[in-house]
């Protein structure tokens, strides 16, 4: 029968093709009355119920309706969920066997015995070649956010993953709306009592966003409110060949349509969603997508001596009401593991510990000397009755499967990561930052090492004047020097001898900077040398401050510790560092070109809308170029930037989501002038210590990656822009115009 026709070199998990699929999985999803179930009213032929306790204090109130006659029983359950709608995608954003159960072992509590996911139908070429053992399978994101699509493998005792080729599916896919996901999943649960058995379910799982929706927001201006759908079709397990917990279990799930509904809240987009839950048994196998599967011919004795009785099918039914509850439960373990913790074994954190008061109800531990804990977000010390123990998920670099630890976090803490916003955050964002290796495989390549450098050149040739012209050839000669002198600095002593002979070799003296007879043919000369020196780091030598954990407690206002940019941080050489500011004058350097012309380069290398570099001074950071002009000579609020975090340590500092990290969500910048992304390098002094004194960094609206060679190309004019600096301050004490 065509319909059950299989991938035989794939060896099929299914028993259906995926054009069936597809027909089956649309027909469910027609089947529930979204359009009704989502109007505020609810109608009158629904009973309303008392709504399942819940275990956790955090979470909201559920509206429970029931509905029952003498063709099917049906679930309804409404909720005012606190996150966003990108979290509640990722929730279900289940790529491999093991990330599924972590989510559904959450969701289900004890019951859940365990689970996989069968079959994956290959929609718009994210399933992996025919003989491939890994599956890759995602929920869909949003069309705003991008994030780099990876397979892992599924690894199970003797099976994988089905999954079809490309023009096997090429018939479901045209039917599915677009950007659907179709997998078929299975599920065991426990007894519900001694005398009873294991429950064993599949299901059919289509899901896709749903068209946006016109609506008027509080100052009546229209919008368009996202959303997206999750429909379980329940499958016969005999259907379906997986790895089954209980050889024993009851076959469940005949008859049975389960819905999900998320759609963005118009009060408050971006913080809250509504979730509407909509789940049916049919009695008699009434739907028509029910018929589709169950009535073709496939429906064995067997099955239907294994059937649960109408009562244990509808408890499963209310049970799945609590999925709702312990959604929040993922969202928020995940918006931990966003968030950098506090080293405590760093002498910083520890002098916190060491406190007397806890930090958020200030009560004496003296009295309560059993009960002082410590917040592994803030590093402070806190009593057992204002901090409780989360769950937190994180993931190792370059991996996908997820690690789940406890840790205990303040009260104070909580509420500021809830306050976060985490629209745009991805599953790979629950990893460290890190620096991604360049791509040369045509379609995405990396921006080459140099090329902004040496584009900019040309541009500067060409189009401007004199003087700006002579301020671009001094910076280009600041880079050629510092590639050309050998162990200048750490990274140059460090740096493989391969690299070392190539710059060595470079005809420094064909290259004349200062000639205002620029012609062409020495253009081309220098830009060619640039390409040359400026090699990219290998992918080892890329480090990032603060990845893992940060060396410095996190301290909150006085007044309202949950409102407001944090308290800067203070690095143990402070005074040392505002010494040197103030005996090189750093703060009035006035206006110095060639810094204009590196955050010119710096902006366009990591296509940012802004750079600047800057002087963090003692309560104050000053802007010293910009390539927004009206930022240059300006003094800001220390604890209203980013840089102040920068300057506690000597490495770069990385934060590709702003909105979503306790540090900065709070600031101006990411506040009312919605800056999402910050790179910034260290601006070091030139005594013995190397002192950081302030940082070149970029900024901009939207989150990006950093790769290895715009690293280098940063490190590179974070090198120049510090002799720049020390060069200009050394004019001015000696009243000398730098030319």
Same mark, same amino acid.
């Given at each position: 029968?065509?319909?059950?026709?299989?991938?035989?070199?794939?060896?099929?998990?299914?028993?259906?093709?995926?054009?069936?699929?597809?027909?089956?999985?649309?027909?469910?999803?027609?089947?529930?009355?979204?359009?009704?179930? =989502?109007?505020?009213?609810?109608?009158?032929?629904?009973?309303?119920?008392?709504?399942?306790?819940?275990?956790?204090?955090?979470?909201?109130?559920?509206?429970?309706? %029931?509905?029952?006659?003498?063709?099917?029983?049906?679930?309804?359950?409404?909720?005012?969920?606190?996150?966003?709608?990108?979290?509640?995608?990722?929730?279900?954003?289940?790529?491999?066997?093991?990330?599924?159960?972590?989510?559904?072992?959450?969701?289900?509590?004890?019951?859940?015995?365990?689970?996989?996911?069968?079959?994956?139908?290959?929609?718009?070429?994210?399933?992996?070649?025919?003989?491939?053992?890994?599956?890759?399978?995602?929920?869909?994101?949003?069309?705003?956010?991008?994030?780099?699509?990876?397979?892992?493998?599924?690894?199970? %005792?003797?099976?994988?993953?089905? %999954?079809?080729?490309?023009?096997?599916?090429?018939?479901?896919?045209?039917?599915?709306?677009?950007?659907?996901?179709?997998?078929?999943?299975?599920?065991?649960?426990?007894?519900?009592?001694?005398?009873?058995?294991?429950?064993?379910?599949?299901?059919?799982?289509?899901?896709?966003?749903?068209?946006?929706?016109?609506?008027?927001?509080?100052?009546?201006?229209?919008?368009?409110?996202?959303?997206?759908?999750?429909?379980?079709?329940?499958?016969?397990?005999?259907?379906?060949?997986?790895?089954?917990?209980?050889?024993?279990?009851?076959?469940?799930?005949?008859?049975?349509?389960?819905?999900?509904?998320?759609?963005?809240?118009?009060?408050?987009?971006?913080?809250?969603?509504?979730?509407?839950?909509?789940?049916?048994?049919?009695?008699?196998?009434?739907?028509?997508?029910?018929?589709?599967?169950?009535?073709?011919?496939?429906?064995?004795?067997?099955?239907?001596?294994?059937?649960?009785?109408?009562?244990?099918?509808?408890?499963?039914?209310?049970?799945?009401?609590?999925?709702?509850?312990?959604?929040?439960?993922?969202?928020?373990?995940?918006?931990?593991?966003?968030?950098?913790?506090?080293? =405590?074994?760093?002498?910083?954190?520890?002098?916190?510990?060491?406190?007397?008061?806890?930090?958020?109800?200030?009560?004496?531990?003296?009295?309560?000397?059993?009960?002082?804990?410590?917040?592994?977000?803030?590093?402070?010390?806190?009593?057992?009755?204002?901090? $409780?123990?989360?769950?937190?998920?994180?993931?190792?670099?370059?991996?996908?499967?997820?690690?789940?630890?406890?840790?205990?976090?303040?009260?104070?803490?909580?509420?500021?990561?809830?306050?976060?916003?985490?629209?745009?955050?991805?599953?790979?964002?629950?990893?460290?930052?890190?620096?991604?290796?360049?791509?040369?495989?045509?379609?995405?390549?990396?921006?080459? %090492?140099?090329?902004?450098?040496?584009?900019?050149?040309?541009?500067?040739?060409?189009?401007?004047?004199?003087?700006?012209?002579?301020?671009?050839?001094?910076?280009?000669?600041?880079?050629?020097?510092?590639?050309?002198?050998?162990?200048?600095?750490?990274? /140059?002593?460090?740096?493989?001898?391969?690299?070392?002979?190539?710059?060595?070799? *470079?005809?420094?003296?064909?290259?004349?900077?200062?000639?205002?007879?620029?012609?062409?043919?020495?253009?081309?000369?220098?830009?060619?040398?640039?390409?040359?020196?400026?090699?990219?780091?290998?992918?080892?030598?890329?480090?990032?401050?603060?990845?893992?954990?940060?060396?410095?407690?996190?301290?909150?206002?006085?007044?309202?510790?949950?409102?407001?940019?944090?308290?800067?941080?203070?690095?143990?050489?402070?005074?040392? =560092?505002?010494?040197?500011?103030?005996?090189?004058?750093?703060?009035?350097?006035?206006?110095?070109?060639?810094? /204009?012309?590196?955050?010119?380069?710096?902006?366009?290398?990591?296509?940012?809308?802004?750079?600047?570099?800057?002087?963090?001074? /003692?309560?104050?950071?000053?802007?010293?170029?910009?390539?927004?002009?009206?930022?240059?000579?300006?003094?800001?609020?220390?604890?209203?930037?980013?840089?102040?975090?920068?300057?506690?340590?000597?490495?770069?500092?990385?934060?590709?989501?702003?909105?979503?990290? *306790?540090?900065?969500?709070?600031?101006?910048?990411?506040?009312?002038?919605?800056?999402?992304?910050?790179?910034?390098?260290?601006?070091?002094?030139?005594?013995?210590?190397?002192?950081?004194?302030?940082?070149?960094?970029?900024?901009?609206?939207?989150? =990006? $990656?950093?790769?290895?060679?715009?690293?280098?190309?940063?490190?590179?004019?974070?090198?120049?822009?510090?002799?720049?600096?020390?060069?200009?301050?050394?004019?001015?004490?000696?009243?000398?115009?730098?030319?």
């Amino acid at each position: 029968m065509a319909d059950r026709a299989g991938d035989a070199a794939g060896g099929r998990n299914v028993r259906w093709s995926d054009r069936r699929l597809a027909t089956m999985a649309l027909d469910a999803e027609r089947s529930i009355a979204w359009e009704t179930l =989502r109007r505020a009213h609810v109608p009158s032929h629904w009973s309303r119920r008392k709504g399942a306790a819940s275990s956790s204090a955090r979470s909201n109130s559920i509206a429970l309706f %029931t509905r029952e006659d003498t063709q099917s029983f049906a679930v309804l359950a409404k909720a005012q969920l606190p996150c966003s709608l990108q979290e509640l995608r990722l929730v279900f954003d289940a790529r491999t066997s093991e990330q599924f159960r972590d989510v559904m072992q959450t969701l289900c509590q004890r019951e859940f015995l365990g689970g996989e996911l069968v079959h994956v139908v290959a929609i718009n070429g994210t399933a992996p070649t025919p003989h491939s053992s890994s599956a890759s399978f995602r929920y869909p994101r949003p069309s705003s956010t991008s994030s780099s699509s990876s397979s892992s493998t599924a690894r199970r %005792t003797s099976r994988t993953v089905s %999954t079809t080729s490309e023009g096997v599916s090429n018939a479901a896919v045209a039917l599915l709306p677009q950007g659907s996901d179709l997998v078929v999943t299975a599920l065991t649960f426990d007894k519900a009592n001694v005398f009873a058995r294991n429950e064993e379910w599949c299901f059919l799982d289509l899901s896709h966003n749903l068209d946006p929706q016109d609506h008027d927001d509080r100052s009546h201006k229209k919008t368009k409110k996202q959303a997206f759908t999750k429909t379980m079709l329940a499958l016969s397990p005999s259907d379906c060949s997986y790895n089954r917990v209980s050889t024993t279990a009851a076959a469940h799930g005949h008859d049975v349509v389960v819905g999900f509904l998320c759609e963005e809240d118009e009060r408050d987009a971006g913080r809250t969603s509504r979730f509407i839950f909509s789940a049916e048994h049919f009695y008699h196998g009434g739907n028509g997508a029910l018929n589709q599967s169950h009535h073709g011919g496939h429906r064995k004795r067997s099955d239907s001596d294994a059937m649960a009785s109408v009562r244990i099918v509808n408890a499963r039914l209310l049970k799945m009401v609590q999925w709702i509850y312990h959604l929040s439960v993922v969202v928020r373990r995940r918006r931990l593991g966003i968030q950098v913790l506090a080293d =405590r074994r760093l002498a910083g954190a520890n002098a916190m510990m060491n406190k007397t008061k806890c930090v958020c109800c200030h009560r004496s531990f003296l009295l309560l000397a059993r009960q002082k804990k410590t917040c592994a977000l803030c590093g402070h010390a806190v009593c057992a009755n204002c901090s $409780e123990i989360e769950a937190r998920e994180t993931r190792a670099a370059f991996h996908e499967r997820s690690k789940i630890d406890s840790v205990r976090v303040c009260d104070t803490c909580m509420v500021r990561v809830d306050q976060c916003r985490y629209a745009h955050v991805t599953l790979e964002d629950l990893g460290p930052d890190k620096v991604v290796a360049d791509d040369y495989d045509g379609r995405t390549r990396a921006t080459t %090492t140099g090329a902004a450098l040496t584009d900019l050149l040309q541009e500067t040739m060409q189009h401007a004047s004199a003087s700006r012209k002579a301020s671009a050839l001094s910076v280009i000669k600041y880079l050629v020097d510092q590639e050309q002198e050998q162990g200048h600095n750490n990274s /140059d002593e460090h740096r493989p001898a391969s690299t070392a002979r190539r710059q060595s070799v *470079v005809p420094h003296n064909k290259i004349l900077l200062t000639d205002p007879t620029f012609d062409r043919e020495r253009l081309t000369m220098l830009q060619s040398t640039i390409a040359e020196t400026v090699a990219p780091l290998p992918l080892a030598e890329c480090a990032l401050a603060n990845t893992e954990t940060r060396n410095y407690p996190l301290t909150y206002p006085k007044q309202d510790a949950t409102k407001g940019a944090i308290l800067y941080p203070v690095p143990r050489n402070e005074a040392t =560092r505002l010494e040197l500011i103030e005996k090189q004058q750093l703060l009035s350097l006035g206006n110095v070109p060639e810094l /204009d012309i590196i955050c010119s380069i710096a902006s366009k290398e990591l296509a940012c809308s802004g750079s600047m570099v800057t002087i963090v001074a /003692d309560d104050t950071f000053h802007v010293i170029a910009s390539t927004v002009e009206a930022h240059i000579g300006q003094s800001f609020p220390r604890n209203q930037g980013f840089c102040h975090q920068t300057i506690m340590g000597d490495q770069p500092l990385l934060v590709r989501h702003t909105r979503a990290d *306790v540090r900065f969500a709070q600031i101006i910048p990411v506040a009312d002038m919605n800056v999402q992304f910050y790179c910034g390098f260290p601006l070091f002094a030139t005594d013995e210590n190397r002192t950081v004194i302030g940082s070149m960094c970029c900024v901009d609206h939207e989150s =990006r $990656e950093l790769t290895q060679s715009q690293y280098t190309v940063m490190q590179k004019l974070a090198q120049t822009a510090s002799k720049v600096v020390q060069r200009a301050a050394a004019a001015k004490q000696n009243h000398v115009v730098v030319l």
